[in-house]
């Protein structure tokens, strides 16, 4: 891993996403405060989860054809100058009144990750040799669960010593800095020598298509939206402790530290091990993840003690990182190269596409069911999918063998 980062590209790009995710961290958790301030109910934090993710996915559905004609160092920098601007705006809504402007800032946030997050995947293609992207992407998984850790420590720190407002304004100054870093990347841009005769809705069913065909694409798909679904247990934790049992805000900022630390383990334990197996092991390893995430969902909101939230958040986390980082691994290297940015948008569509969906039948379901009958929901669709995975791998294999 270390070696990666002495590859110029990868780490002016590992910098600005070091940066701009810790500020994301100070956002999340005080977007709560906000939404908890202005309302409060359990379908408000289900909505603001869904205004994220929706407009998400249906930008993501245009930014695949888009991103393959435009500049990717360009696309990532002016995204991040915009989220910048656009969170700082949090800090101003202080009136009940205006809850809608926090939805169409989340909303705004969001169709400018749906264009940068492609375009990241799109550069550590190009920019990794094939043979270190199972490291390059366990590092930044692991980055990722490592500044949630660190960020989310910060930021209820932060809630409890000060005001949650002020998270919002660290947030935009961090989406800022990371332009430095974003600024000094080379251009990048994949040439398609017949994208101009096929135009943008050509290239848009194309990529469709594409992904319709390619039975394995489909399967690692189906498996990482089946990750997503299980993963909304995420805002039934947030109704779960601030509403249901009344705790400050500050405390579930603090169940995201054994989420990063397991995040953190999840991303040094693949790269270790992950190559040394067969792809075999591998399938059973995925399945098993979902059983843990639905085993631990099951457990956390049938207990009332701390130590347990965060004990089963720490084995959910390792779980569900891992199945990322395999899942994201074998995307890039199925994909052909020409299709890769179109793969990744329809990824990003149908996994916040599901997780969208699943965070508003629970935020509905909170309004009048407790939240462990929910989580009874959530833990029995994990296992079902985690069976189904199976089914469909050892098809797939047999298939192989017949041929």
Same mark, same amino acid.
């Given at each position: 891993?270390?070696?990666?980062?002495?590859?110029?590209?990868?780490?002016?790009?590992?910098?600005?996403?070091?940066?701009?995710?810790?500020?994301?961290?100070?956002?999340?958790?005080?977007?709560?405060?906000?939404?908890?301030?202005?309302?409060?109910?359990?379908?408000?934090?289900?909505?603001?989860?869904?205004?994220?993710?929706?407009?998400?996915?249906?930008?993501?559905?245009?930014?695949?054809?888009?991103?393959?004609?435009?500049?990717?160092?360009?696309?990532?920098?002016?995204?991040?100058?915009?989220?910048?601007?656009?969170?700082?705006?949090?800090?101003?809504?202080?009136?009940?009144?205006?809850?809608?402007?926090?939805?169409?800032?989340?909303?705004?946030?969001?169709?400018?990750?749906?264009?940068?997050?492609?375009?990241?995947?799109?550069?550590?293609?190009?920019?990794?040799?094939?043979?270190?992207?199972?490291?390059?992407?366990?590092?930044?998984?692991?980055?990722?669960?490592?500044?949630?850790?660190?960020?989310?420590?910060?930021?209820?720190?932060?809630?409890?010593?000060?005001?949650?407002?002020?998270?919002?304004?660290?947030?935009?100054?961090?989406?800022?800095?990371?332009?430095?870093?974003?600024?000094?990347?080379?251009?990048?841009?994949?040439?398609?020598?017949?994208?101009?005769?096929?135009?943008?809705?050509?290239?848009?069913?194309?990529?469709?298509?594409?992904?319709?065909?390619?039975?394995?694409?489909?399967?690692?798909?189906?498996?990482?939206?089946?990750?997503?679904?299980?993963?909304?247990?995420?805002?039934?934790?947030?109704?779960?402790?601030?509403?249901?049992?009344?705790?400050?805000?500050?405390?579930?900022?603090?169940?995201?530290?054994?989420?990063?630390?397991?995040?953190?383990?999840?991303?040094?334990?693949?790269?270790?091990?992950?190559?040394?197996?067969?792809?075999?092991?591998?399938?059973?390893?995925?399945?098993?993840?979902?059983?843990?995430?639905?085993? *631990?969902?099951? /457990?956390?909101?049938? &207990?009332?003690?701390?130590?347990?939230? @965060? =004990?089963?958040?720490? !084995? $959910? #986390?390792?779980? *569900?990182?891992? /199945?990322?980082?395999? &899942?994201?691994?074998?995307?890039?290297? @199925? =994909?052909?190269?020409? !299709? $890769? #940015?179109?793969?990744?948008?329809?990824?990003?569509?149908?996994?916040?596409?599901?997780?969208?969906?699943?965070?508003?039948?629970?935020?509905?379901?909170?309004?009048?069911?407790?939240?462990?009958?929910?989580?009874?929901?959530?833990?029995?669709?994990?296992?079902?999918?985690?069976?189904?995975?199976?089914?469909?791998?050892?098809?797939?294999?047999?298939?192989?063998?017949?041929?």
């Amino acid at each position: 891993m270390v070696g990666l980062l002495r590859h110029h590209v990868f780490r002016r790009l590992y910098g600005a996403h070091v940066i701009h995710l810790l500020g994301n961290e100070f956002t999340f958790i005080a977007v709560l405060g906000l939404l908890k301030e202005l309302s409060g109910s359990g379908l408000s934090f289900a909505a603001g989860t869904v205004f994220r993710f929706l407009p998400y996915v249906v930008a993501s559905f245009f930014a695949g054809p888009l991103l393959e004609k435009w500049e990717k160092r360009r696309v990532m920098v002016v995204c991040n100058l915009l989220r910048g601007i656009l969170v700082s705006l949090f800090f101003w809504i202080t009136d009940a009144a205006y809850l809608w402007a926090v939805y169409a800032v989340l909303m705004m946030v969001n169709v400018c990750s749906a264009f940068f997050n492609p375009s990241m995947q799109v550069v550590i293609v190009q920019s990794v040799e094939p043979e270190s992207r199972l490291s390059a992407n366990s590092l930044i998984t692991g980055t990722n669960a490592l500044m949630m850790f660190i960020g989310q420590g910060i930021a209820a720190y932060l809630v409890y010593a000060f005001s949650f407002r002020f998270n919002f304004l660290l947030d935009a100054g961090c989406y800022f800095l990371s332009l430095l870093f974003l600024l000094r990347l080379p251009a990048i841009q994949t040439p398609h020598a017949d994208a101009e005769a096929r135009g943008f809705f050509g290239r848009l069913l194309e990529g469709f298509r594409y992904v319709k065909k390619n039975a394995s694409i489909r399967k690692v798909l189906f498996l990482q939206m089946m990750e997503r679904v299980t993963g909304s247990y995420y805002v039934l934790l947030m109704f779960f402790i601030l509403e249901e049992r009344q705790q400050p805000l500050y405390l579930f900022g603090l169940l995201d530290i054994p989420l990063g630390i397991g995040g953190v383990l999840a991303g040094l334990l693949v790269s270790k091990w992950a190559e040394r197996l067969d792809p075999r092991r591998i399938d059973a390893l995925l399945a098993g993840a979902l059983w843990v995430i639905s085993i *631990s969902v099951w /457990l956390m909101f049938h &207990s009332g003690h701390v130590a347990v939230w @965060m =004990a089963t958040t720490f !084995f $959910l #986390a390792i779980a *569900s990182f891992s /199945l990322v980082i395999l &899942s994201v691994t074998r995307l890039q290297r @199925m =994909a052909d190269p020409a !299709f $890769l #940015a179109r793969v990744f948008s329809v990824r990003e569509m149908v996994c916040m596409g599901a997780y969208s969906l699943s965070c508003l039948v629970i935020g509905w379901g909170t309004e009048w069911l407790k939240s462990a009958a929910i989580a009874d929901g959530i833990a029995g669709f994990g296992i079902v999918a985690g069976v189904i995975w199976m089914l469909l791998r050892t098809k797939a294999a047999a298939l192989d063998g017949k041929n």
